[in-house]
């Protein structure tokens, strides 16, 4: 079953959680947002303790074949790009365990050519050892391309929409295989039939008006708790960061308008994780920290080899699929795919979260348990 065609209802049919979502991030007073935090607090508490999980993303390639209008990967960019070898993918992983990491995100751009199922395999296999629990963040593929990577190692799947507006996806979305939005719909489902036990999903709030953009997020959410149930579901809710291209955002979603979208998700949805990231400023992710959210990054770098120097004696630019020199390098680095707002350390963040009575995380899953 997909999820397309409840998507596509108008006006949509909903649920009495989705009625009470709607209420709960339409315009409030002062009062009316306290109630929302300490309501959000106490089932963030009762489900999820004190506990923030802690993961670093690791990008493996910035080469991507989609043109996206507010991707600093757009194929049409003309960045450094550059593709860890597993030598390098190995010595970014090193570094991050020594922080003490053991929960990892791979990310990719779309590009089969240099992002395929075998390096993906083997980067999985080579990062075993190092952390407890690895995820991915690529390109959808069929079941069948999953079934490798479960089966190597990898445990999560996330996959943002991107936005929910057949209308707006068309026009932000130029070319490639990203262009097929029901595709890009379903791929949470075909990953859970996988074996995937982790799903993310989300929406990048800047494409289209919050409230419409939060509420599709909803709906898609309550629809894999039903039909992929037996998997642990995160949302995410990422704002339109700068990256290579100089996009502007066409809507906002303020920081006021995040802290209510954070405290209604946590109260529909109780069970469901809530991950916020480095694209937010520090401030802001400490005072959202104890609103809702229950996984963060920390210490990020969005472009490969970012955390080690690695690959920068193979930058180039890619024209059609051919790898052609850099016009000049001198001490560049690979082009990242946004900048990020939060440059603590990991160290100083874990500080912080202890500081606000929250314990930080760094494990929380064991391939052994499925021995069991």
Not at 127 to 139: C, M, Q, T
Request: charged share 20%; hydrophobic share 40%; aromatic share 8%.
């Amino acid at each position: 079953m997909s999820f397309a065609p409840i998507l596509d209802q108008l006006p949509p049919a909903l649920s009495p959680a989705l009625r009470r979502f709607s209420g709960l991030i339409s315009p409030n007073d002062d009062a009316g947002f306290e109630t929302m935090a300490q309501e959000a607090r106490e089932l963030t508490r009762q489900h999820f303790g004190r506990t923030m999980r802690m993961f670093a993303p690791l990008y493996l390639s910035n080469e991507c074949i989609n043109n996206c209008r507010y991707c600093g990967f757009s194929r049409d960019n003309p960045i450094l790009r550059v593709t860890l070898s597993l030598e390098q993918v190995l010595a970014e992983a090193r570094h991050l365990s020594a922080q003490g990491f053991r929960q990892v995100l791979l990310v990719a751009g779309e590009h089969p050519k240099f992002v395929g199922e075998h390096y993906l395999v083997d980067c999985i296999r080579a990062l075993r050892p190092l952390f407890s629990s690895i995820a991915l963040e690529l390109g959808p593929l069929e079941t069948a391309e999953y079934l490798p990577l479960v089966i190597a190692g990898a445990d999560g799947l996330i996959v943002y929409q991107e936005t929910y507006d057949r209308a707006i996806y068309a026009e932000m979305h130029t070319a490639g295989p990203k262009r097929d939005f029901t595709w890009r719909l379903d791929c949470a489902q075909r990953a859970y039939a996988a074996g995937f036990r982790r799903l993310g999903i989300g929406a990048l709030f800047g494409l289209s008006p919050w409230r419409k953009e939060a509420l599709a997020l909803a709906q898609h959410l309550e629809f894999l708790l039903k039909n992929c149930w037996q998997a642990d579901l995160t949302v995410s809710l990422p704002r339109l960061r700068p990256a290579a291209g100089e996009f502007t955002p066409p809507f906002s979603l303020g920081d006021r308008a995040l802290a209510q979208l954070i405290c209604a998700f946590r109260i529909c949805f109780p069970q469901v994780g809530i991950v916020l990231s480095t694209r937010e400023a520090a401030p802001l992710r400490d005072a959202l920290a104890s609103l809702g959210v229950t996984s963060m990054s920390a210490g990020s770098h969005t472009e490969p080899g970012g955390y080690t120097g690695q690959g920068k004696g193979e930058l180039h630019r890619t024209v059609r699929g051919r790898v052609l020199p850099p016009e000049e390098i001198g001490d560049a680095i690979a082009t990242g795919q946004f900048q990020i707002s939060d440059s603590r350390s990991p160290a100083e963040v874990a500080t912080v979260l202890r500081a606000h009575g929250l314990e930080p995380v760094w494990k929380d899953w064991d391939q052994a348990l499925l021995a069991q």
